[in-house]
Antibody, heavy 116, light 107 residues
Framework: QVQLVESGGGLVKPGGSLRLSCAAS????????MSWIRQAPGKGLEWVSY????????YYADSVKGRFTISRDNAKNSLYLQMNSLRAEDTAVYYC?????????WGQGTLVTVSS | AIQMTQSPSSLSASVGDRVTITCRAS??????LGWYQQKPGKAPKLLIY???SLQSGVPSRFSGSGSGTDFTLTISSLQPEDFATYYC?????????FGQGTKVEIK
C-alpha cells in the first residue's frame, strides 16, 4: 500500500536550517509529482512547494521562496525540503503529499518548531 | 495569488442533518477545486476533486458542485464520523491556495 513517511523535524533556532525527508513506498515514485504542505499549530493548511516527477519544474509559496528548496531522489524514492533562514512563523507540521493537486496520499507529518 | 474564502468558519449540526459549506475564489478557476476533510491530529483526506468528482472510497453522502468562482460541498446526512474540519483547495494555478477551513461541530 502507498506510504509516505516524513522525518527530520525538530526544534531549531531562528535563522537555523533543517532538512525534511519523505520516504515513499507502495507506488512508482518516479511517476508522480510531489508536494509539501504545512499547518501551523491550530491554523489552517498552507501549500508550500511542488516538484515535478523528473524534478525539472518546481514552484514555491511566496512565504518560503528563496529560503526553502525542494528536491527529490527517484532512485531512493525520497522527497526532500531543505529549509534555511528559518523563522518563528515557519513553525508547523509539514506534510508531504502525492500529486500536484488532488492530493490522494499524505504522510503523517513532521513537526518543525522554530524558537530560541 | 488566488484567494479562497470559505463560509461559514464553523457550524453546529446534528447527526442526520444536511450540511452545506461554500468556497468562493477571488477569480474564476473553472472546476479546479478539491475538498479535504481533516480530523484532529491527522493528515487531511481528499474527498472531492475537480469540483464534483468523488474520490474513491469516499461515501456518497459527500458531493461537490460549482464552477467558476463559487463552489459547494454538501453532506447529505451528517454522520458521527463527519465531525471534522473541511478545506477547499484551488488547483487552477500556482501558488495553490486553501480556504481557511470550516469546522463542523456536534450540536
Amino acid at each position: 500500500q502507498v506510504q509516505l513517511v516524513e522525518s527530520g523535524g525538530g526544534l531549531v533556532k531562528p535563522g537555523g536550517s533543517l532538512r525534511l525527508s519523505c520516504a515513499a513506498s507502495g507506488f512508482t515514485f518516479s511517476d508522480y509529482y510531489m508536494s509539501w504542505i504545512r499547518q501551523a499549530p491550530g491554523k489552517g493548511l498552507e501549500w508550500v512547494s511542488y516538484i515535478s516527477s523528473s524534478g525539472s519544474t518546481i514552484y514555491y509559496a511566496d512565504s518560503v521562496k528563496g529560503r526553502f528548496t525542494i528536491s527529490r531522489d527517484n532512485a531512493k524514492n525520497s522527497l526532500y525540503l531543505q529549509m534555511n533562514s528559518l523563522r518563528a512563523e515557519d513553525t508547523a507540521v509539514y506534510y508531504c503529499a502525492r500529486g500536484s493537486a488532488n492530493f490522494d496520499y499524505w504522510g503523517q507529518g513532521t513537526l518543525v518548531t522554530v524558537s530560541s | 495569488a488566488i484567494q479562497m474564502t470559505q463560509s461559514p468558519s464553523s457550524l453546529s449540526a446534528s447527526v442526520g442533518d444536511r450540511v452545506t459549506i461554500t468556497c468562493r475564489a477571488s477569480q474564476a478557476i473553472r472546476n479546479a477545486l478539491g475538498w479535504y476533510q481533516q480530523k484532529p491530529g491527522k493528515a487531511p483526506k481528499l474527498l472531492i476533486y475537480t469540483a464534483s468528482s468523488l474520490q474513491s472510497g469516499v461515501p456518497s453522502r459527500f458531493s461537490g458542485s460549482g464552477s467558476g468562482t463559487d463552489f459547494t460541498l454538501t453532506i447529505s446526512s451528517l454522520q458521527p464520523e463527519d465531525f471534522a474540519t473541511y478545506y477547499c483547495l484551488q488547483d487552477y494555478n500556482y501558488p495553490r491556495t486553501f480556504g481557511q477551513g470550516t469546522k463542523v461541530e456536534i450540536k
